[in-house]
């Protein structure tokens, strides 16, 4: 046997190797899928861990059903959350980052420093604070129960806090466009606002993919915040999946059902702005 057709042999064998760990680790990610879907169509009464890696005697979707109907004003909460709340990030981290990276001012680097800051400070840390700056916020604009136990002051404090990561991400990518399309917008008279509107969110896209799915999968699935700073007609579905529990026993079927119905929008998240994650992500890792 030749040099060659052992050396082929040998990747051939290598390639297959990495397939089959591949394979496992498929397979290891999808068991917990596997007993959410199987369990969530069970009925109560087969419902139990000892019967979880069983296949259903009687498939029903009477979990589903109950599990929509507890869930579905924490669904809703959750899309007024996680909605605006990603929008405004984005906006405002796209604007900090253009002006941080192209308008160049004395301090900007400590400025940005500070900014970072920011991405290591605890929930707990500020949750008492917080607290008592939204309850100032109620008596202030005399709106009791919209800043503090609502979902406007959530809305805020996630926005507040996401500042700082999604100006990272927007300062990185928006150092890779070349200066010379900014000098050559204001060669033509356009001044800062016109030169991000026309030249430099045109080209934001995988920045903005990576921002809305960070900020959208934070936001949806928070819940210290939630917890702390909503009452109980604005818990959104984190905490109304966690209420799904039964007095005597636990219904494990509607937890499951549940429980894939609050993750379904973060995957079609990832789904439709995934290609652009790593791209923008990556942006700017070899400058700035």
Same mark, same amino acid.
């Given at each position: 046997?030749?040099?060659?057709?052992?050396?082929?042999?040998?990747?051939?064998?290598?390639?297959?190797?990495?397939? !089959?760990?591949?394979?496992? @680790?498929?397979?290891?990610?999808? =068991?917990? %899928?596997?007993?959410?879907? /199987?369990?969530? &169509?069970? #009925?109560?009464?087969?419902?139990? #861990?000892?019967?979880?890696?069983?296949?259903?005697?009687?498939?029903?979707?009477?979990?589903?059903?109950?599990?929509?109907?507890?869930? !579905?004003?924490?669904?809703?909460?959750?899309?007024?959350?996680?909605? #605006?709340?990603?929008? *405004?990030?984005?906006?405002?981290?796209?604007?900090? $980052? +253009?002006?941080?990276?192209?308008?160049? @001012?004395?301090?900007?680097?400590?400025?940005?420093?500070?900014? *970072?800051?920011?991405?290591?400070?605890?929930?707990?840390?500020?949750?008492?604070?917080?607290?008592?700056?939204? /309850?100032?916020?109620?008596?202030?604009?005399?709106?009791?129960?919209?800043?503090? $136990?609502?979902?406007?002051?959530?809305?805020?404090?996630?926005?507040? +806090? $996401?500042?700082? =990561?999604?100006?990272? %991400?927007?300062?990185?990518?928006?150092?890779?466009?070349?200066?010379?399309?900014?000098?050559?917008?204001?060669?033509? $008279?356009?001044?800062?606002?016109?030169?991000?509107?026309?030249?430099?969110?045109?080209?934001?896209?995988?920045?903005?993919?990576?921002? =809305?799915?960070?900020?959208?999968?934070?936001?949806?699935?928070? @819940?210290? &915040?939630?917890?702390?700073?909503?009452?109980?007609?604005?818990?959104?579905?984190? /905490?109304?999946?966690?209420?799904?529990?039964?007095?005597?026993?636990?219904?494990?079927?509607?937890?499951? !059902?549940? !429980?894939?119905?609050?993750? =379904?929008?973060?995957?079609?998240?990832?789904?439709?702005?995934?290609?652009?994650?790593?791209?923008?992500?990556?942006?700017?890792?070899?400058?700035?």
């Amino acid at each position: 046997m030749t040099a060659v057709a052992v050396a082929g042999r040998r990747r051939r064998a290598f390639s297959l190797a990495k397939l !089959a760990v591949l394979i496992a @680790f498929v397979v290891i990610f999808l =068991i917990p %899928i596997y007993v959410l879907l /199987v369990t969530s &169509f069970k #009925p109560l009464t087969e419902a139990d #861990p000892g019967q979880a890696w069983n296949l259903p005697q009687t498939w029903t979707f009477e979990a589903w059903r109950v599990a929509w109907e507890k869930l !579905a004003p924490g669904l809703w909460n959750s899309v007024l959350v996680a909605v #605006p709340g990603s929008i *405004l990030s984005c906006a405002l981290g796209s604007m900090n $980052g +253009y002006v941080l990276s192209k308008w160049r @001012f004395p301090g900007a680097d400590v400025l940005f420093t500070l900014f *970072l800051f920011g991405m290591f400070i605890p929930y707990q840390g500020v949750m008492i604070p917080l607290v008592q700056l939204l /309850v100032g916020l109620n008596e202030l604009t005399g709106m009791q129960g919209v800043w503090y $136990g609502g979902i406007p002051g959530l809305v805020l404090a996630h926005v507040v +806090y $996401g500042i700082p =990561i999604s100006t990272l %991400i927007f300062r990185n990518y928006y150092v890779t466009i070349p200066d010379e399309l900014i000098e050559a917008s204001r060669v033509d $008279g356009a001044g800062m606002l016109r030169t991000y509107w026309s030249v430099v969110l045109p080209v934001s896209g995988p920045a903005i993919a990576v921002v =809305i799915i960070w900020q959208f999968t934070s936001l949806w699935n928070d @819940f210290l &915040f939630a917890v702390f700073l909503t009452g109980p007609q604005s818990w959104p579905a984190t /905490v109304m999946l966690n209420n799904i529990a039964g007095a005597q026993a636990t219904p494990y079927s509607q937890q499951m !059902a549940a !429980a894939i119905l609050a993750s =379904i929008p973060t995957m079609l998240i990832y789904v439709l702005l995934g290609r652009f994650f790593m791209r923008g992500l990556m942006a700017g890792a070899l400058k700035g």
